[in-house]
């Protein structure tokens, strides 16, 4: 029988209904009264068919007819809220600003699968976890590996041996031995105890990542935890139920504990979940409305949820593909700028970067090489200005390799660090199935990803700080010898003068924001935890630079593409004017002044969506595997004893020899 799960001012029922082609009207009215049927003075209503009400679902607030049939509003077990005239919605179902939520306005439940073993899962792969691409499921060798663990557990406290977390207290009590049959009582205790975290939620995104990475590194197999739990947590994954997890309140040192353990309190039933279908709700009312039943704990299993940096490694995870994507980008917008001023290519001249052969920086001189080409890629733009006087270009322009380039080696050290977190035990006690014994250790602490993140912040950064000064360059007359702030009729237009001033705060805050968190450490837990990471605010903060990062690069394109329509008809090259096209199809050029911030919000979403990068990708891609000679253009900035021989001519010289 279908069945809707209504909330009314402080309660959550059940409400069946034999007869679909009931009215909204009449579910309303039989959720009060049932409400009414257990207060003894009704609950303050008087006649239930009197009461002025109205009915919105639960997810997204979207206030329903009251005259519309249930079988054409709703689905089975969804969620709504009566609202009663003159009183206000529950605070509980209004959901707080949650970053990234987009992905959800269109959720679609997934069909495929990622396998699951402890070892192979990547950062792209978590990412792509957290936007609900994949379900998962535990490979053999995992479910063997579990078990495995599992009955040793099962032996200690078959054996009355005493272990740490199994059938001692935690922390400061690690003294303290409880009796077998506290030993369920100890690990729920555990979880509730330390659900203490403050702030708003992570979003479902963040939260199907934390979950996702903590199935992943219980399915190594040392941890103890039952296959029956485990199971629980990934079908409440594939069934996208997802924890109410504050972002505040981890350390980063025994574990990620707060946060981790709100992710475990919505699995038990307690607390608040999230779902596609009911939005914010009390978590067993969401477990129950897709058919999941609450974990019950066993000995050792609250620990197993909660030891571990999922917290910072998920949110590092993030970090790290974000930061690809938009360093990548940022080459192309630093190059769109370039032809914009009117900059030359010499200073990406292979041989200058062999002779300081860093990966990142060779591999961005590459890609403005592949993107500026003139002989590859005709620009009429540069030949307008190949016999000028200039000598050399401007550091923000002529050092984008060095600079973006070291921003590039130090997403691939941090990469590499995050991915061996991803896959790493990080629980205590481990649980040595092979060797028949648990062993104390310190893999929960959060040094690793915290110091790597930091790292990433600052490293990142610099691709923000050095676009602002380009920006700064494209809105000063003196500078681009354009319209000065890109717009014509100034004074009447002030057009991209505060755009600018948005771009000189963000650098600003990232300033302050990437000073390193895990320089910090505050001794908790009775100086048990004396010395701990702060990796969780590391990761929050490098993705808020990142964020700014983005924000800054999207002002720059949207500076360097206006900067295009003053050099009309001139074009520039075949790739760089896709780009142009990609951004036009977003934000038309700046005739006037008008409202700048969706302009900026658009473009920002190109470069999340990496659509930047997209365009750009298969031209830099062509002229990596053709091995197109380099175009080394004569120009009086740089000195030579004889004019060089085109690419072309040389091309056929060597082909006839």
């Not at 009251?66 to 009566?82: G, P």
């Not at 939260?207 to 103890?224: E, F, H, P, Q």
């Not at 590092?316 to 974000?322: F, K």
């Not at 505060?498 to 805050?509: P, Q």
Request: hydrophobic letters at 40%; glycine letters at 6%.
């Amino acid at each position: 029988m279908p069945r809707f799960t209504v909330h009314v001012r402080d309660e959550w029922l059940t409400v069946p209904c034999r007869d679909l082609s009931c009215t909204v009207q009449w579910l309303g009215l039989e959720a009060l009264k049932r409400y009414i049927k257990n207060k003894p003075d009704n609950g303050g209503i008087g006649s239930v068919q009197e009461t002025s009400f109205y009915v919105r679902r639960c997810q997204g607030q979207g206030l329903l007819d009251a005259d519309d049939t249930l079988e054409d509003t709703l689905e089975d077990n969804d969620f709504v809220e009566i609202v009663i005239n003159g009183e206000t919605m529950s605070p509980d179902l209004i959901s707080p600003h949650l970053d990234g939520s987009h992905f959800y306005s269109k959720y679609q439940e997934p069909v495929e699968y990622i396998s699951m073993d402890g070892k192979g899962l990547t950062t792209t792969d978590l990412v792509n976890l957290g936007k609900g691409l994949y379900k998962i499921k535990l490979t053999a060798d995992a479910e063997s590996k579990v078990k495995q663990a599992r009955e040793l557990v099962d032996n200690i406290v078959k054996d009355h041996k005493v272990v740490y977390g199994i059938t001692t207290g935690f922390g400061k009590f690690s003294q303290t031995i409880i009796p077998n049959n506290k030993l369920i009582e100890l690990q729920e205790n555990v979880i509730r105890s330390c659900s203490a975290g403050v702030g708003k939620p992570l979003s479902p995104e963040r939260s199907r990542m934390l979950l996702a990475l903590r199935i992943n590194v219980l399915a190594k197999g040392y941890s103890g935890i039952s296959l029956d739990t485990l199971h629980q947590m990934i079908e409440a994954f594939n069934a996208s139920c997802l924890s109410y997890v504050p972002e505040k309140g981890t350390v980063g040192a025994s574990g990620d504990l707060a946060p981790l353990s709100h992710l475990a309190l919505g699995l038990m039933g307690e607390g608040k979940m999230w779902s596609p279908k009911s939005g914010w709700a009390d978590a067993k009312y969401v477990l129950e409305a897709h058919g999941l039943k609450p974990i019950s704990l066993k000995p050792k299993e609250g620990l197993a949820l909660i030891n571990g940096t999922q917290m910072i490694t998920s949110l590092g995870s993030e970090a790290v593909e974000r930061a690809l994507a938009i360093a990548r980008q940022a080459d192309i917008i630093a190059a769109l700028t370039l032809e914009v001023l009117k900059g030359t290519t010499k200073a990406f001249d292979s041989d200058i970067h062999e002779l300081r052969p860093h990966p990142g920086q060779k591999e961005v001189a590459f890609r403005f090489r592949s993107l500026l080409d003139s002989d590859h890629h005709p620009s009429e733009i540069a030949e307008s200005h190949r016999f000028c006087d200039r000598v050399q270009d401007a550091y923000t322009l002529r050092c984008c390799p060095q600079v973006h380039g070291v921003v590039n080696d130090t997403i691939a050290f941090v990469k590499n660090i995050i991915d061996t977190e991803i896959n790493s035990a990080t629980d205590n006690p481990m649980v040595f199935a092979e060797r028949g014994e648990t062993i104390s250790g310190g893999n929960f602490h959060g040094e690793y990803p915290a110091k790597a993140l930091d790292y990433l912040a600052i490293g990142v950064h610099e691709l923000a700080a050095i676009s602002e000064r380009r920006i700064e360059r494209l809105c000063n007359p003196s500078l681009s010898e354009l319209p000065a702030f890109l717009v014509c009729e100034g004074g009447l237009n002030s057009g991209f003068m505060i755009a600018h001033c948005t771009a000189a705060s963000l650098v600003s805050e990232n300033k302050v924001l990437c000073h390193p968190s895990s320089v910090d450490s505050l001794s908790t837990s009775a100086a048990t935890e004396d010395h701990v990471s702060m990796g969780g605010w590391a990761a929050r903060k490098a993705l808020k630079v990142i964020e700014h990062v983005e924000q800054v690069l999207s002002i720059e394109l949207l500076a360097a593409c206006q900067g295009i329509e003053f050099l009309r008809p001139l074009r520039t090259t075949t790739p760089l004017e896709k780009v142009y096209d990609l951004v036009r199809s977003v934000a038309k050029p700046w005739i006037k002044d008008r409202f700048m911030a969706p302009d900026i919000e658009a473009v920002h979403r190109l470069l999340l969506d990496q659509k930047i990068w997209k365009v750009a990708h298969p031209y830099i891609e062509k002229y990596r595997m053709e091995h197109i000679p380099e175009s080394r253009p004569v120009s009086p900035t740089a000195f030579v004893l004889d004019s060089p021989v085109s690419p072309r001519k040389r091309l056929r010289n060597e082909c006839d020899h």
